[in-house]
């Protein structure tokens, strides 16, 4: 299997080519660099979330699938206390359920909202190293 293409390396490459003065093009290229991956991770953050949701949905139909069957056999056996036992139980499982996928989602939405956070505040980081050369060469 061949290794994969770096685009970044063939756009530093071309842009040293380029060099315009004050710019250090090299910075600018790890800077989207560092965007990217923050991105990449921010959307398998969101696959990961989503595969396990599905997973927990497939989860909750068979758990319900099983209850129904239990409650239809407790309605056939003409017992209306434990018939309506089983509904009740439902009822509850079913918000439990959705309370905990609501947690989930929250969870990674959290986790990716924090890694961009943190992608952003090193960019503003980034900025500032860079207009602090350029500052202080003007007072000179």
């Given at each position: ?28 290229v ?15 953050s ?32 003409g ?33 990716a ?7 952003a ?20």
């Amino acid at each position: 299997m061949s290794s994969p293409i770096n685009p970044f390396l063939d756009l530093q490459s071309m842009m040293s080519q380029f060099s315009i003065q004050g710019v250090d093009l090299a910075s600018v290229v790890e800077s989207r660099r560092k965007d990217i991956d923050a991105l990449v991770a921010a959307n398998r953050s969101a696959l990961e979330t989503a595969q396990t949701l599905a997973q927990k949905q497939t989860e909750m139909l068979m758990q319900a699938m099983q209850d129904i069957q239990q409650a239809a056999r407790d309605a056939a056996g003409g017992d209306a206390a434990k018939a309506s036992a089983s509904a009740r139980a439902a009822v509850e499982k079913a918000i439990e359920d959705m309370k905990e996928l609501a947690q989930i989602a929250q969870d990674a939405q959290k986790e990716a909202l924090a890694a961009l956070t943190k992608r952003a505040g090193e960019q503003l980081e980034e900025l500032r190293g860079m207009a602090a050369p350029k500052a202080a060469a003007k007072k000179k």
